[in-house]
């Protein structure tokens, strides 16, 4: 199986869209150029960040960044006593489980991005289930790998449903790569 790289999935994405807004200037001359289609572009990203903003569960911390990276765990322990809501516009998210303090129960884990990449790194002894999902891109899920397009998958540890401390992933984004992997 060939692997590609974010590098090359950024550079495809980018020549596509920028075709796409060739091939729409073509159709409805001045949508790109004129006024419109900016502003359009802006009031949707801003709907999405305010929608974003709206859904937050009641008991979730939410991190995110507009550019940059978001890590939680590589520099020692951190609480996760409550569900997390992790949002990254351009960037990686980085999360190391190994290094959470998680008390009995079942805790949510999602991390979004539209591109960069997704990793979570999860203690072999903790229960979980992960689901990931790429538009395009890659999808490793412990020892599976798959590439390409609008890919979705679920992996559940063996005793999820019995044990008393369980975390729920779930790591979606639309161009790079989602990693789950054992610590």
Known sequence: MRRFSSGQIFLGAFITL?????????????????????????????LWFLWRALVVQPGEERRGRLFGDVRLGRKGP?????????????????IDLSQAQIPEGEHHVRA????????VWVPQDL?????????????????RRDDGVML??????????VAARRVRIEASLIIGDVRIRLA
């Open 18 to 46: 920028l075709g796409l807004f060739l091939l729409l200037d073509t159709l409805f001359p001045g949508l790109i150029r004129g006024s419109v289609f900016w502003p359009l572009v802006i009031i949707f990203l801003g």
């Open 78 to 94: 951190w609480d996760l006593t409550k569900g997390l809501d992790i949002q990254s516009g351009i960037g990686s998210v980085k």
């Open 112 to 119: 979004e991005s539209w591109i960069g990449d997704v990793d």
């Open 127 to 143: 229960a979980f289930s992960a689901t990931g999902r790429v538009v395009v891109g890659s999808l490793r899920m412990l020892d």
């Open 152 to 161: 979705e998958r679920t992996v559940t540890s063996a005793n999820y449903d």
